[in-house]
């Protein structure tokens, strides 16, 4: 049977959830506060020191309680960039990438096990997607990774494994539970959340004005070459996504973030470059514009090639003489395969599953 079926997600929950939900097993509400504090240090029920057996023993029966286990761990000698590989408790693998800047701590995490997007240049969804993950699982990545490296992670980026707008509830949920001043009390404004452009889901977003950052996996210039590398353009194109963008910054003020990655041969062309930055200024009006060029990862079962160095530049240089601002993402993790899903996928291959 499901343990989910039968036992309550106490991770999931919020502090004043949390504490009514211990008042039904018999113990008082400062138990509660005892178990919030120790969960988010990211320790096991097992190493809560000041918790009576009876306590633990309750919550070992009714609470499901599973933080994501580091089934692997890889450190960067160039930049010091961490990539976790954990595991969850039904066995499935996510990823997690825990990155150093002179700001602070970042993180990059998974929001599905596997994705059903079909981005054709990703390794995240080669396989499909399994499972949506659950806001504890979303938050245990957090607190895990936290502990592993012994230092507050002050931003987090939603760009792993996954595309957050298909997994909403659970990732609505896991947004507020971070930034409550309860818990790591996250600033909404230190979030982004990369979507490969779940219209829908964007407008929903818009409605509960959380002052994150919204990113758009772009990569294309027009419907023909974007649906082509991204299947969800022929449900959503490109003139329904960008009117949706549009709408979202007009009610937050949030700035929006385009992602562009560059294909050899496929979406790096100078003319595309114009094009692109036309087609983004006719929608977006006023907003401050912002394109992260991103090389492509070569992933061995997609076949596609990153673009040279020259080209990426000539990209870039276009854009700006648009009046659009343009930065090529850093690339780090270099010597650990940082890149999203490669360590799952591998792993996956490896137990025939």
Known sequence: MNELAVKADILSMTKDELTAFVGTLGFPAFRAKQLFEWMYKGVSIEEMSNLPSAFKEALVQNALYALPVVANKLVSRIDGTVKFLFRLHDGQYVESVVMDYEH????????????????????????GKDRDLLPSELLGQVLVAQREVGKRISSLVMMGIGEPLDNYDNVLRFLHLITSADGLNLGARHISLSTCGVVDKIYALAKENLQITLSISLHAYDDEKRSAIMPVNNKWNIDSLLTA????????????????????????DEEGARKLARLLKSYMKNMPLHVNLIPVNPVEERGFDRSSKERVESFKKTLISEKVNATVRRKLGSDIDASCGQLRHKKRKEEGS
């Open 104 to 127: 602070g701590l970042s993180i990059c995490i998974s929001s599905q096990a596997g994705c059903r997007m079909g981005c054709k240049f990703c390794a995240s969804t080669l396989q």
């Open 245 to 268: 963008c549009a709408h979202y910054f007009r009610v937050t003020g949030r700035r929006i973030s385009f992602e562009y990655t560059l294909i050899s041969g496929v979406n790096d």
